[in-house]
Every structure is written in C-alpha cells, then in structure tokens.
C-alpha cells in the first residue's frame, strides 16, 4: 500500500505573522485544485538549522525564508545558486529527497519581472539605473539589473561605506553617488529603485531630493505598505512610469512554487486582491 504524501511547504521567519506569503501560496494552492499545504513558521535563529534539517522528514519540500533568517539559511544550506551566493542570502528552499538542502534566492528575479510587467517599455540597456539603498533587497536589485544588462548603476546609501562595499563586490558598472546628491543623480537616470524601507509605514519618509527626476523615467519603490509611496507620488506627478513594490513579492514566489508544487502559476489581479485583501 502506498502513501502518497501531501507536499508541505512554508515560510520561516522571527516573527512571523505579517507575512503575506501564505495567502500568496494559499491563493494558487486553491486556484489550480493542488494538494498541498503552506504555513507561516515563527523559529528563533537558535533552532533554526534543528528546523531545516527536521522539516523534509514532515514532509515538507520546501521553505521560504525572510528576516532575520536570509543569510543563516544560506551557510546551513547544502547546496547553493550562482545568484544567492551573488546575493549572500537566501528566500527559497528546496528540499531534496534525501533530506539536503538546495538554497536560491529569487528576489532579484521578482524585482526584473515586476518591472518588466510593469514597465514594459523600459530597456535595460538604454542607459543608468539610480538605486536608493545598500542592504540586502538592494543587493537582490543589483544582481537582476546587472545580469539584464543595465551599463551603469549609480548607488546611493546614508551610509556611504556599505554602498562602497557593495562596489568593490558587484564591480566597475557600480558608481558611488553622495545620499545629499540624489537629486542631481536622478536627472541621469533612466530607471529609479527605492530599495530602502524609508517611505513604508511605521517608517521616517524617502527624504531626498527629486527635482531631477525626468518624465519618460521609470520609478519604482520596493516598500507595498503603502502602495502609493510618496516617492512614486512625486514620481507620477512629474510623468514618470510608477511601479509599485507588490508585484516583486508576488513575483519571487513564482519559482518556489513551481519547484515544490509542479505547477507554475500565474501572477494576476486576483493574487493582487487576495494578497492585499
């Protein structure tokens, strides 16, 4: 007699809670008529290699995993994607059959693929992409804009020596620009990413200067709470193309899904309802 087992995935974190994952995968699940469950998973940092190895023997085929867990995940993993160790983290787990872990991370993916969406005319190679921020979203950004061929990237970051050090690992196509500068540097810019939580509620406002910003640019801000930033506000206003930061969540979890459920599943404006719902 065999059991076939309902494949189990989830999303681990610490906390938890607001997570949006679940009803992101839960929305699929129901769509498409799979068997299958996926759960939000609350694990503090100590337990979380004792998790990881436990879970595949529950089950489970996989994990996502978000803050603080991203760059743990990555060292505990067996084998790891050419674009997480690029990124130095980790948000999607595949567990193989005998138990080993095979870590990617997707962000970067999402991010191209809710611009490109949303963007349709953008063309990477037409010229500079400006990117607020130096922390691990923004290195999941620099990875999908070099790989799709953007020449130039000029990044910005309160503080200045994490945007230096993202230079000397990402390369020659990273230029460092002064946080007091942005509203000079965006003038140049075909594209603009806000990749820093400033602007999200609970959050100080994006306190930089936009008087560059051109019409025809591409603006998009990786904060979705609210929808409409204040920066994709301003952005309107001034006859940019606006992307809001929804679609990059909604993206990314395109390719675990399709890993460990078979299936690979559409992004639409039901996701969106269900997952703002």
Aim: with cysteine; proline share 5%.
């Amino acid at each position: 007699m065999t059991h076939n087992r309902i494949p189990l995935a989830g999303v681990i974190g610490h906390p938890i809670a607001h997570s949006k994952s679940p009803q992101l995968h839960g929305h699929w699940l129901k769509k498409y008529g799979l068997a299958g469950y996926y759960v939000p998973m609350d694990v503090a940092p100590e337990y979380l290699e004792t998790v990881l190895r436990t879970l595949p023997n529950a089950g489970f085929v996989g994990a996502n995993v978000t803050v603080p867990h991203k760059e743990a995940a990555l060292l505990i993993a067996d084998q790891v994607s050419e674009r997480a160790s690029m990124i130095g983290a980790a948000n999607t787990l595949v567990f193989q059959e005998d138990g080993t872990i095979h870590a990617d991370n997707t962000d970067g993916y999402g991010f191209m693929e809710n611009l490109r969406s949303g963007a349709p005319n953008w063309i990477p190679s037409q010229g500079p992409a400006v990117v607020f921020g130096a922390g691990g979203a923004a290195r999941a950004v620099l990875q999908g804009l070099l790989e799709a061929g953007v020449p130039k990237i000029l990044l910005t970051n309160r503080t200045r020596a994490r945007a230096d050090q993202l230079k000397e690992e990402f390369g020659d196509r990273i230029t460092v620009e002064e946080w007091n500068d942005a509203g000079s540097v965006v003038e140049q810019a075909e594209l603009v990413v806000n990749t820093t939580s400033l602007g999200m509620q609970g959050q100080p406002e994006l306190i930089v200067s936009l008087e560059g910003l051109q019409a025809g640019s591409v603006v998009t801000d990786l904060v979705y709470a609210p929808l409409q930033t204040t920066l994709l506000k301003t952005a309107e206003e001034v006859g940019c193309t606006t992307v809001d930061g929804l679609g990059m969540l909604l993206h990314q979890a395109v390719p675990g899904f399709e890993r460990w459920f078979g299936l690979r599943p559409d992004v639409t404006d039901d996701l969106r309802a269900a997952v703002l719902g």
